[in-house]
């Protein structure tokens, strides 16, 4: 944590590439960002785009689902800057695709991890920095109950469930809690859901990225 700012702080989650990485490379124009991710070097090549635009980010490269390494950067977040503004949550983990009654251990516990528990851990971590004031953002594309999502649709469906909670709990008082839908996108995680899917009526994630951002 060396980067000193006067711009708002916008947390993301998953900044590394797809959706996470387009909205904070988007947010970078207005906010100092702390992009989170478990690769490093696309954490390096999402700074080199933030910097050519004129932004500036501080990379933390870590997993989510290491709850010291997260309530580590919590604090240090907090005895810094005091606080950020936004936190963007596009952090997850897609299983292959399997038959309910075929998915493996290994793939089950994975999703659950990152896609459920670290979420629960997150916002009580994340909370305190948001205040009053702050905003969290959510995506949901579950698929629950679609054919061989078991694993992404039922972890991820939780999430949202767990977010629309906290987004009734602070309705009156915030922190904001917004829960987006995003447009089908040409990331790599669609690809492995959607192989040979044709990708020329997929939205770009730097254009459905401007288009969630007006919707807060």
Same mark, same amino acid.
């Given at each position: ?19 996470? =990485? ?7 124009? /207005? ?66 695709? !399997?038959?309910? @009654? ?12 990152? @896609?459920?528990? =670290?979420?629960?851990?997150?916002? +009580? $971590? ?9 905003? =969290?953002? $959510?995506?949901?594309?579950?698929? !629950?109950?679609?054919?061989? $999502? ?30 987006? /839908?995003?447009? +089908?996108?040409?990331? !790599?995680?669609?690809?492995? $859901?959607? +192989? ?8 770009? +994630? ?11």
């Amino acid at each position: 944590m060396t980067q000193d700012t006067d711009l708002p702080l916008a947390l993301v989650t998953g900044a590394s590439r797809g959706l996470g =990485a387009a909205i904070a490379e988007a947010l970078s124009d /207005t906010h100092h960002i702390i992009a989170v991710a478990r690769t490093t070097g696309a954490l390096e090549e999402l700074d080199d785009r933030i910097q050519a635009r004129g932004g500036s980010a501080t990379l933390a490269p870590m997993d989510i689902t290491n709850t010291q390494a997260m309530a580590q950067l919590c604090r240090s977040v907090h005895d810094r800057w005091g606080g950020i503004a936004i936190w963007v949550h596009a952090a997850v983990h897609a299983a292959p695709l !399997a038959p309910a @009654n075929h998915i493996a251990e290994g793939d089950w516990s994975k999703s659950v991890a990152c @896609n459920v528990s =670290a979420t629960g851990i997150l916002i +009580p $971590f994340i909370a305190p920095l948001l205040g009053e004031a702050g905003q =969290a953002i $959510f995506f949901d594309d579950a698929k !629950a109950g679609d054919k061989f $999502f078991g694993a992404y649709g039922a972890t991820k469906a939780a999430q949202i469930a767990l977010a629309r909670s906290w987004q009734a709990e602070t309705e009156k008082t915030g922190p904001r809690v917004h829960i987006l /839908t995003p447009q +089908p996108m040409a990331t !790599a995680t669609r690809a492995r $859901f959607h +192989p040979g899917e044709d990708r020329e009526g997929l939205a770009h +994630p730097r254009d459905e990225a401007a288009r969630l951002l007006t919707l807060i």
